[in-house]
Nanobody, 130 residues
Framework: QVQLVESGGGSVQAGESLRLSCVASGYTSSFYCMAWFRQAPGKEREGVGS???????TYADSVKGRFTISRDSANNTLYLQMNSLKPEDSAMYYC????????????????????????WGQGTQVTVSS
Protein backbone atom coordinates (compact mmCIF):
# COMPACT_ATOMS: atom_id res chain seq x y z
CA GLN A 1 0.00 0.00 0.00
CA VAL A 2 1.16 3.50 -0.86
CA GLN A 3 0.41 6.64 1.12
CA LEU A 4 0.60 10.02 -0.60
CA VAL A 5 0.62 13.45 1.02
CA GLU A 6 0.34 16.60 -1.07
CA SER A 7 1.27 20.09 0.07
CA GLY A 8 2.02 23.54 -1.27
CA GLY A 9 -1.38 24.73 -2.37
CA GLY A 10 -2.68 28.20 -1.64
CA SER A 11 -4.39 31.30 -2.96
CA VAL A 12 -2.55 33.43 -5.52
CA GLN A 13 -3.21 36.08 -8.13
CA ALA A 14 -3.28 35.31 -11.83
CA GLY A 15 0.22 35.23 -13.27
CA GLU A 16 1.85 34.09 -10.05
CA SER A 17 3.48 30.74 -9.30
CA LEU A 18 3.09 27.85 -6.88
CA ARG A 19 5.05 24.68 -6.28
CA LEU A 20 3.23 21.58 -5.11
CA SER A 21 4.88 18.58 -3.49
CA CYS A 22 3.74 15.01 -3.00
CA VAL A 23 5.58 12.62 -0.73
CA ALA A 24 5.04 8.89 -1.14
CA SER A 25 5.56 6.35 1.61
CA GLY A 26 4.80 2.70 2.16
CA TYR A 27 5.27 0.19 -0.67
CA THR A 28 7.02 2.71 -2.92
CA SER A 29 8.59 0.07 -5.16
CA SER A 30 5.12 -0.93 -6.35
CA PHE A 31 4.60 1.87 -8.83
CA TYR A 32 6.39 3.18 -11.89
CA CYS A 33 4.32 6.23 -12.72
CA MET A 34 3.46 9.29 -10.68
CA ALA A 35 1.08 11.94 -11.87
CA TRP A 36 -0.74 15.11 -10.94
CA PHE A 37 -4.47 15.46 -11.36
CA ARG A 38 -6.88 18.23 -10.54
CA GLN A 39 -10.58 18.46 -9.90
CA ALA A 40 -12.67 21.60 -9.88
CA PRO A 41 -16.13 21.65 -8.26
CA GLY A 42 -18.67 19.89 -10.45
CA LYS A 43 -16.04 18.61 -12.87
CA GLU A 44 -14.30 15.32 -13.48
CA ARG A 45 -10.81 14.71 -12.18
CA GLU A 46 -8.44 15.45 -15.04
CA GLY A 47 -4.81 14.63 -15.60
CA VAL A 48 -2.33 17.49 -15.45
CA GLY A 49 0.80 15.51 -16.20
CA SER A 50 2.77 12.41 -15.41
CA UNK A 51 6.32 11.20 -15.06
CA UNK A 52 8.07 7.85 -15.04
CA UNK A 53 11.03 6.68 -13.02
CA UNK A 54 13.42 7.92 -15.72
CA UNK A 55 12.01 11.44 -15.63
CA UNK A 56 10.09 11.34 -18.89
CA UNK A 57 7.05 13.58 -18.64
CA THR A 58 3.69 14.02 -20.30
CA TYR A 59 1.50 17.11 -19.94
CA ALA A 60 -2.05 18.07 -20.66
CA ASP A 61 -2.32 20.63 -23.45
CA SER A 62 -3.87 23.15 -21.08
CA VAL A 63 -0.71 23.35 -18.95
CA LYS A 64 2.09 22.80 -21.47
CA GLY A 65 4.72 25.51 -21.23
CA ARG A 66 3.44 26.67 -17.83
CA PHE A 67 3.67 23.63 -15.55
CA THR A 68 6.69 21.42 -14.93
CA ILE A 69 6.68 18.04 -13.23
CA SER A 70 9.79 16.68 -11.57
CA ARG A 71 10.46 13.62 -9.48
CA ASP A 72 13.01 12.92 -6.76
CA SER A 73 12.97 9.14 -6.83
CA ALA A 74 15.50 8.84 -4.01
CA ASN A 75 13.09 10.64 -1.69
CA ASN A 76 9.88 9.40 -3.32
CA THR A 77 8.75 12.98 -3.90
CA LEU A 78 6.86 14.42 -6.85
CA TYR A 79 6.77 18.13 -7.61
CA LEU A 80 4.57 20.35 -9.74
CA GLN A 81 5.94 23.79 -10.55
CA MET A 82 3.07 25.95 -11.75
CA ASN A 83 3.89 29.25 -13.42
CA SER A 84 1.69 31.87 -15.07
CA LEU A 85 -1.32 30.59 -13.17
CA LYS A 86 -4.77 31.33 -14.50
CA PRO A 87 -8.15 31.38 -12.72
CA GLU A 88 -9.12 28.24 -14.64
CA ASP A 89 -6.25 26.41 -12.90
CA SER A 90 -8.19 26.67 -9.63
CA ALA A 91 -8.93 23.17 -8.35
CA MET A 92 -8.03 20.57 -5.79
CA TYR A 93 -4.76 19.03 -6.92
CA TYR A 94 -4.03 15.36 -6.28
CA CYS A 95 -1.07 13.14 -6.92
CA UNK A 96 -1.47 9.53 -7.86
CA UNK A 97 0.70 6.48 -8.43
CA UNK A 98 0.17 3.68 -10.88
CA UNK A 99 1.49 1.35 -13.53
CA UNK A 100 2.81 2.03 -17.00
CA UNK A 101 0.72 1.86 -20.13
CA UNK A 102 1.90 0.44 -23.45
CA UNK A 103 1.02 0.98 -27.07
CA UNK A 104 2.74 -0.05 -30.28
CA UNK A 105 3.23 3.59 -31.25
CA UNK A 106 4.54 4.90 -27.93
CA UNK A 107 5.97 1.88 -26.21
CA UNK A 108 5.83 2.13 -22.43
CA UNK A 109 4.65 5.46 -21.05
CA UNK A 110 2.88 6.97 -18.07
CA UNK A 111 -0.66 7.94 -18.96
CA UNK A 112 -2.69 10.80 -17.56
CA UNK A 113 -5.96 8.90 -17.39
CA UNK A 114 -7.12 8.45 -13.81
CA UNK A 115 -8.09 4.82 -14.45
CA UNK A 116 -4.39 3.98 -14.61
CA UNK A 117 -3.78 5.20 -11.05
CA UNK A 118 -4.78 3.36 -7.94
CA UNK A 119 -3.34 5.35 -5.03
CA TRP A 120 -4.26 8.93 -4.25
CA GLY A 121 -3.43 11.61 -1.76
CA GLN A 122 -5.92 13.82 0.05
CA GLY A 123 -5.30 16.77 -2.25
CA THR A 124 -4.15 20.35 -1.86
CA GLN A 125 -6.28 23.33 -2.87
CA VAL A 126 -5.11 25.85 -5.45
CA THR A 127 -7.12 29.03 -5.92
CA VAL A 128 -6.18 31.61 -8.53
CA SER A 129 -7.96 34.92 -8.57
CA SER A 130 -8.05 37.38 -11.45
Amino acid sequence: QVQLVESGGGSVQAGESLRLSCVASGYTSSFYCMAWFRQAPGKEREGVGSTDQDGRTTYADSVKGRFTISRDSANNTLYLQMNSLKPEDSAMYYCGTGARSWTWSRGYYCATEKARYNSWGQGTQVTVSS
